[in-house]
């Protein structure tokens, strides 16, 4: 009797490991806050005129750039825009020239001449308000020094003392009375002189 034949060995299947999966949060974007370019400055301080305590300066000089009549309207977007750009180099001048003093600028109106600009400056208080000499030139070396893109024409920086003191004239007290009561003493005493004379004869 012949024994069957056992049939080859069959292996079991092997397991491989699966590492388990792992699920990141997305990277949020990276937002990048880089300077305005040069011309378009963004506008942060105000622009308010002085309050009764404050001090002020008026500023005119020319810039080099050609006079366009968008300029004669304070709301158009040709005089925001350089408005703009003016009071914030003035503004970064003169507190680098005057800080903590200093509160902020205004322009007024452009006018032709290439562009003619008629600014204000406000200070904290009158009692620091500078000379016109001294804003003058603290202006003109700030800008030197700062590499401003105003490019003002040499020799049409002014500035001008803006503060008007108002003295009020009392009126004159009198001790004469009246026109109505002059006129009445005198009448009285022409009667009294009357009848002196009619009584002694």
Do not use: W
């Amino acid at each position: 009797v012949t024994s069957p034949r056992a049939g080859p060995a069959t292996e079991a299947p092997s397991t491989i490991p699966v590492p388990p999966l792992t699920i990141r949060p997305s990277r949020q974007p990276t937002t990048i806050v880089t300077d305005p370019p040069i011309g378009t400055t963004a506008q942060t301080d105000s622009t308010e005129p002085p309050a009764p305590g404050e001090g002020s300066l008026g500023l005119e000089f020319s810039i080099d750039q050609t006079f366009t009549e968008d300029l004669l309207n304070s709301t158009s977007a040709g005089f925001r825009t350089l408005a703009n750009n003016v009071t914030s180099e003035v503004n970064r001048a003169y507190r680098n020239s005057f800080p903590g003093t200093f509160s902020r600028s205004l322009v007024n109106s452009f006018s032709a001449g290439s562009v003619v600009v008629d600014m204000t400056l406000v200070f904290n208080n009158k009692s620091v308000v500078p000379t016109t000499s001294n804003a003058v030139n603290a202006l003109q070396e700030a800008l030197n020094s700062l590499s401003s893109f105003l490019n003002i024409i040499p020799g049409t920086l002014n500035a001008s003392v803006t503060d008007t003191i108002i003295t009020t004239v009392q009126p004159t007290a009198t001790t004469s009375g009246s026109p109505k009561q002059t006129i009445n003493r005198t009448i009285l005493m022409c009667f009294s002189l009357l009848y002196f004379l009619i009584t002694r004869h």
